[in-house]
């Protein structure tokens, strides 16, 4: 019986949980985090405002578990690209199209945000290159492309990995939404790092 009532009280809290953060998306988007309110956000929810930081402590901690979530979801995608036959520009185009998949998904204002706390020094987890999948999965499909000779051994795909996905979020968050220009200032971003990465070319 105990045992039955602790899963019963963990199934509410999870959905508890859950409109929690439905709520706070939903607030984010429409106001931004930084002016996103917490007590709407309950309200929202249909809980106290209390309840809101016993599952989230801050407002990041929202945005951290929708950084995991979508993480998740695009590793989960470029992993079943990656298994057709591509080349080294096919896997920086396709993270390109994830990247911007993802602020439609989330709108610009959203997606900014995000961003924002991807980068700063004071987001409330470990911040390792190592933790997030998109990058690890990017990074180890050049390192494959490496060891296939489409790519100079003596290239660190790490270190053009890293720099070619913090280079795309600066990108996306600053040039304008004309889709013509857009277009073509990420292609060029493309070309700029494969002559980087000195990969072949079919």
């Known amino acids: 019986m105990l045992k039955e009532k602790s899963s019963e009280r963990g199934r509410k809290g999870l959905q508890t949980r859950e409109r929690l953060f439905g709520a706070a998306i939903a607030e984010f988007k429409r106001q931004g985090m930084a002016a996103a309110d917490t007590t ?7 809980v106290a405002h209390g309840t809101f930081f016993f ?42 199209k994830m990247m911007e998949k993802l602020e439609r998904r989330l709108g ?12 700063s020094t004071t987001r409330p987890d470990t911040d ?15 390192a494959q492309a490496q060891s296939r000779g489409e790519i100079p051994a003596d290239v660190d795909v ?15 968050i600053s040039i304008p939404t004309d889709k013509a220009f857009r277009t073509r200032a990420l292609d060029e971003y493309l070309t700029t790092y494969m002559y980087g990465l000195r990969a072949l070319t079919p």
């Open 55 to 96: 599952h989230f402590p801050t407002k990041e901690h929202v945005l951290l578990e929708l950084e995991r979530r979508e993480e998740e979801r695009m590793t989960a995608e470029l992993t079943r690209y990656f298994r057709k036959p591509h080349d080294v520009r096919g896997t920086l185009t396709e993270t390109v």
């Open 128 to 142: 390792e290159w190592s933790t997030h999948p998109v990058i690890v999965t990017v990074i180890g499909e050049l």
């Open 158 to 172: 790490m270190h053009n990995g890293v720099s070619f996905l913090v280079g795309l979020y600066a990108m996306l």
């Open 40 to 46: 709407a956000i309950a309200s929202a929810a249909g």
């Open 108 to 119: 610009v204002r959203l997606f900014k945000d995000i961003l924002v706390l991807h980068f």
